[in-house]
């Protein structure tokens, strides 16, 4: 395993090793405008929602390793102290990243791209038309992290207004990932699309206790088939399998008795096991199956 010290390490370097970890992270295109209301539009992936009720979102704006110059949009959020921040999705990505160019400050990234900008209701700087979601936003706090190049500034940011395009709701009234369709960004040139297959629904109640890893029977633990996420998935069963049940598996399931005809019985329970808990509806026979390694 590689020990990086940041402290001796370029930061260019390390700022890489950084966002090759720390990913997928979701990208906040954000629009602001100067005092001469001067739009500018770029993007940011240091950047998350970390509160509700007030909502919050933050991102930072860092200072360029290369020079330790500071971007437009931290004057303008400095100045004027509102953003709109809007998501990406891929049918924007491209233009997205033309707005990474470090253009002239009265050159209007916009224009560039090919967005369109439309008012805002609440603030001055734009929205953008193509985002499927767009936020109003007041800056609360501007927090710096430091005076060297790489360092940010932590924007602290209030949404006073969402809007939400009516094509990315499902039937439920929510967001729907595949119609949101959005982009995350990863380090270098690399971006993933959190839609179709990329999307898992993985599905463990919060409120309701678990049996937990110590409660799994020692075949299990020591399974050289079953994989983590194998091993999340039954630990987090809210009762273990009833051994009556287990057993009359043996008797009842077909699978069952072809593997009993067999020498390495536990590795090919654990193999079907395996095979059923790929659909997380049916933890429970999964889990029967598993269990039954302990019994035969």
Same mark, same amino acid.
């Given at each position: 395993?590689?020990?990086?010290?940041? *402290?001796?390490?370029?930061?260019?370097?390390?700022?890489?090793?950084?966002?090759g970890?720390?990913?997928?992270?979701?990208?906040?295109?954000?629009?602001?405008?100067?005092?001469?209301?001067?739009?500018?539009?770029?993007?940011?992936?240091?950047f998350?929602?970390?509160?509700?009720?007030?909502?919050?979102?933050?991102?930072?704006?860092?200072?360029?390793?290369?020079?330790?110059?500071t971007?437009?949009?931290?004057?303008?959020?400095?100045?004027?102290?509102?953003?709109?921040?809007?998501?990406v999705?891929?049918?924007?990505?491209?233009?997205?990243?033309?707005?990474?160019?470090?253009?002239?400050?009265?050159?209007?990234?916009?224009?560039?791209?090919?967005?369109?900008?439309?008012?805002a209701?609440?603030?001055?700087?734009?929205?953008?038309?193509?985002?499927?979601?767009?936020?109003?936003?007041?800056? *609360?706090?501007?927090?710096?992290?430091?005076?060297?190049?790489?360092?940010?500034?932590?924007?602290?940011?209030?949404?006073?207004?969402?809007?939400? *395009?009516?094509?990315?709701i499902?039937?439920?009234?929510?967001?729907?990932?595949?119609?949101?369709?959005?982009?995350?960004?990863?380090?270098?040139?690399?971006?993933?699309?959190?839609?179709?297959?990329?999307? *898992?629904?993985?599905?463990?109640?919060?409120?309701?206790?678990?049996?937990?890893?110590?409660?799994?029977?020692?075949?299990?633990?020591n399974?050289?088939?079953?994989?983590?996420?194998?091993?999340?998935?039954?630990?987090?069963?809210?009762?273990?399998?009833?051994?009556?049940?287990?057993?009359?598996?043996?008797?009842?399931?077909?699978?069952?008795?072809?593997?009993?005809?067999?020498?390495?019985?536990?590795?090919?329970?654990?193999?079907?096991?395996?095979?059923?808990?790929?659909?997380?509806?049916?933890?429970?026979?999964?889990?029967?199956?598993?269990?039954?390694?302990?019994?035969?």
């Open positions: 395993m590689a020990v990086i010290d940041p *402290k001796k390490i370029a930061t260019r370097d390390f700022h890489q090793f950084l966002l970890a720390v990913a997928p992270r979701p990208i906040a295109f954000v629009s602001t405008v100067d005092e001469d209301g001067n739009p500018n539009l770029a993007p940011y992936s240091f998350n929602a970390f509160s509700s009720n007030p909502p919050i979102l933050v991102f930072s704006s860092n200072r360029r390793v290369v020079d330790n110059t971007k437009d949009t931290l004057a303008n959020v400095i100045a004027t102290k509102e953003v709109v921040i809007s998501v999705n891929y049918d924007i990505v491209r233009q997205m990243t033309v707005t990474s160019v470090q253009f002239d400050s009265d050159i209007s990234e916009f224009e560039k791209a090919g967005l369109t900008p439309i008012p209701e609440d603030v001055k700087p734009f929205l953008v038309k193509e985002s499927p979601v767009n936020m109003e936003c007041r800056v *609360k706090e501007i927090q710096p992290l430091g005076g060297h190049g790489g360092a940010g500034h932590l924007i602290i940011c209030e949404v006073v207004k969402m809007h939400i *395009k009516d094509e990315v499902d039937e439920n009234g929510r967001i729907d990932p595949h119609k949101i369709d959005l982009m995350g960004r990863m380090g270098r040139a690399f971006y993933v699309r959190a839609s179709g297959d990329a999307i *898992k629904t993985i599905v463990q109640p919060v409120t309701e206790l678990t049996i937990g890893y110590s409660a799994l029977p020692a075949s299990i633990k399974s050289k088939v079953l994989s983590g996420n194998n091993i999340g998935q039954l630990a987090g069963l809210k009762e273990m399998p009833d051994k009556e049940e287990v057993m009359s598996l043996c008797e009842n399931d077909k699978a069952v008795k072809e593997i009993l005809k067999k020498d390495s019985v536990v590795e090919e329970l654990h193999k079907l096991s395996k095979a059923i808990l790929e659909d997380d509806s049916q933890r429970k026979y999964g889990a029967q199956i598993a269990w039954l390694g302990e019994y035969v």
